[in-house]
Nanobody, 120 residues
Framework: QVQLVESGGGLVQPGGSLRLSCAAS????????MGWYRQAPGKQRELVAA???????NYADSVKGRFTISRDNAKNTMYLQMNSLKPEDTAVYYC??????????????WGQGTQVTVSS
């Protein structure tokens, strides 16, 4: 089992910045990849950014150059630095972790979500 707790959401003006954090606990040694997803009202949940073992990252086209995903293994925490925020970035942001155990199906874990609102 993996537990994920997000923090860092809030209200910010367009052009501003926020940093989200996701603290992981439990069977963290079995986590193969982590990521941030978001879901705006009336829309499907979408991948924002992901980071894999070894540090390889990928981003949604809509956030490339503005958002940066990182992971501090010593603190078991993942971050999402969001700069140049736009109103269309408004959503609930969810932390995700993928657990891989040889011989078993992959398991997805989710945090409770944190609201990010970009508005003047």
């Amino acid at each position: 089992q993996v537990q994920l707790v997000e923090s860092g959401g809030g209200l910010v003006q367009p052009g501003g910045s926020l940093r989200l954090s996701c603290a992981a606990s439990g069977s963290i040694f079995s986590i193969n990849a982590m990521g941030w997803y978001r879901q705006a009202p009336g829309k499907q949940r979408e991948l924002v950014a992901a980071i894999r073992i070894g540090g390889r990252t990928n981003y949604a086209d809509s956030v490339k150059g503005r958002f940066t995903i990182s992971r501090d293994n010593a603190k078991n925490t993942m971050y999402l630095q969001m700069n140049s925020l736009k109103p269309e970035d408004t959503a609930v942001y969810y932390c995700n972790a993928v657990e891989v155990v040889p011989g078993l199906p992959e398991v997805d874990y989710w945090g409770q979500g944190t609201q990010v609102t970009v508005s003047s």
